[in-house]
């Protein structure tokens, strides 16, 4: 009788429903979440023609994507699980990353522009060791204000609409960080070989700068 009893309770039976539903809805949440968070990265920025630069010149690519990959897992979840917190600080955070990133995003340009200029740098011998790799990945992954403006708020903000599934939304929007820049390092790389030629080399760099130049004058403007 006991045993009856409980299956005729009503609040088993919604219990069972809400966990049926949050486990239907996990599938079709990371979906959007990794429809939303490819939309995102993949814009072209600062981080990925730094990638795509990578790749080309066969250099610490690896890292370089290992790098962005856990970067985005960082911000995803801060968007994620802290959203509210976040958006309270938002507005002297964003500030003082929006400078930052015009000062060092207009002194990498430049560097890239030299290098254009300079046969010597696109040799062999001019590779960087894995640190200053490291470091510059860093620099334009955490530097970039518009990464704390679309991961954070917007993609955190995504995430949240889906409930009680919006870790699941989460970890689809993370997937989408992983294939894209696997895809972008690992592409570059395999084409790195007929794209080889300093004329080519030349034309990254100057393809690179004129990214980096228009990202540090859009956020000056602040637009």
Do not use: K
Not at 128 to 138: C, G, H, N, W
Not at 185 to 198: E, F, T, V
């Amino acid at each position: 009788m006991r045993w009856a009893s409980r299956r005729g309770d009503p609040r088993l039976a919604i219990v069972m429903t809400t966990a049926l539903a949050t486990a239907l809805a996990g599938p079709a949440s990371a979906l959007t979440g990794f429809g939303t968070g490819f939309g995102f990265i993949v814009a072209i920025g600062p981080q990925n023609a730094w990638v795509l630069r990578q790749g080309v010149r066969r250099e610490h690519i690896g890292l370089v994507i290992a790098i962005c990959a856990l970067s985005d897992l960082v911000l995803i979840c801060v968007g994620t699980g802290a959203i509210r917190l976040v958006t309270g600080l938002a507005p002297w955070v964003l500030e003082v990353l929006r400078w930052g990133g015009v000062v060092y995003l207009t002194a990498f340009a430049l560097s890239s522009f030299r290098s254009a200029l300079r046969p010597g740098a696109l040799e062999e011998s001019a590779a960087r060791p894995a640190a200053s790799v490291a470091a510059t990945t860093l620099a334009l992954t955490w530097l970039n204000p518009h990464v704390y403006l679309d991961t954070v708020l917007m993609l955190g903000t995504v995430t949240n609409d889906f409930g009680p599934a919006r870790w699941w939304a989460a970890a689809g929007a993370w997937a989408a960080s992983i294939v894209w820049f696997t895809g972008l390092g690992l592409g570059a790389r395999a084409l790195s070989r007929p794209l080889s030629s300093p004329r080519t080399w030349r034309v990254v760099d100057v393809l690179v700068g004129c990214v980096m130049l228009g990202v540090a004058v859009h956020l000056a403007l602040g637009s």
